[in-house]
T-cell receptor, first 114, second 113 residues
């Protein structure tokens, strides 16, 4: 079983819809939670990062972390065709002076249609 | 600020050869991490360098190595290439000591034939 599970999709939604992307994880030691967006043939782009449980909002994006359920979510409001990409969750824990080892989900492919 | 740059962007090598990839982090960032991305395994952590020292290492064989220079630029080397090493190799830089907030470069696409 992978440490981080993510539905690969594809997820197809109409323009303007609210998108919900989710990841579950098994390692309760994870403390830092990130969401990345990756367009085809590009490197991942950091969208949001949070520490421990709670919500964080940035423009049309909201990240939620529920450590008790080992569940994180990314919500995208008013989705646009330009949001069509693969969304990767990532998480890490602090050990030996660093939290650099990010463990990624497999990514969810999102398609926003006109 | 300029983003993370990686060279070369594309590379084709033959089994048994070795390869060196280069990464220049965002100005002021002292941590550089390397990842391998494949369709089957996704993104997997290789190692991290901070102030020229390897601080963290993933579960890859010793054929994968790296180093960091005093200007924070980093290189990774893969020796005795295997077909399974074909992948997108991504470099990410981070400003702080904790290094979870990572910014990725465009990657180097390595094909081993």
């Amino acid at each position: 079983q992978k440490e981080v599970e993510q539905d690969p999709g594809p997820l197809s939604v109409p323009e303007g819809a609210i998108v919900s992307l989710n990841c579950t994880y098994s390692n309760s030691a994870f403390q830092y939670f990130m969401w990345y967006r990756q367009y085809s043939r590009k490197g991942p782009e950091l969208l949001m990062y949070t520490y421990s449980s709670g919500n964080k909002e940035d423009g049309r994006f909201t990240a939620q972390v529920d450590k008790s359920s080992k569940y994180i979510s990314l919500f995208i409001r008013d989705s646009q065709p330009s949001d069509s990409a693969t969304y990767l969750c990532a998480m890490s824990r602090f050990t030996d002076g660093t939290a650099s080892k990010l463990t990624f989900g497999t990514g969810t492919r999102l398609q926003v249609t006109l | 600020k300029a983003g993370v740059t990686q060279t070369p962007r594309y590379l084709i090598k033959t089994r048994g050869q070795q390869v060196t990839l280069s990464c220049s982090p965002i100005s002021g960032h002292r941590s550089v991490s390397w990842y391998q991305q494949t369709p089957g395994q996704g993104l997997q952590f290789l190692f991290e360098y901070f102030s020229e020292t390897q601080r963290n290492k993933g579960n890859f064989p010793g054929r994968f190595s790296g180093r960091q220079f005093s200007n924070s630029r980093s290189e990774m080397n893969v020796s005795t290439l295997e077909l399974g090493d074909s992948a997108l190799y991504l470099c990410a830089s981070s400003e702080g000591r904790v290094s979870y907030e990572q910014y990725f470069g465009p990657g180097t696409r390595l094909t081993v034939t």
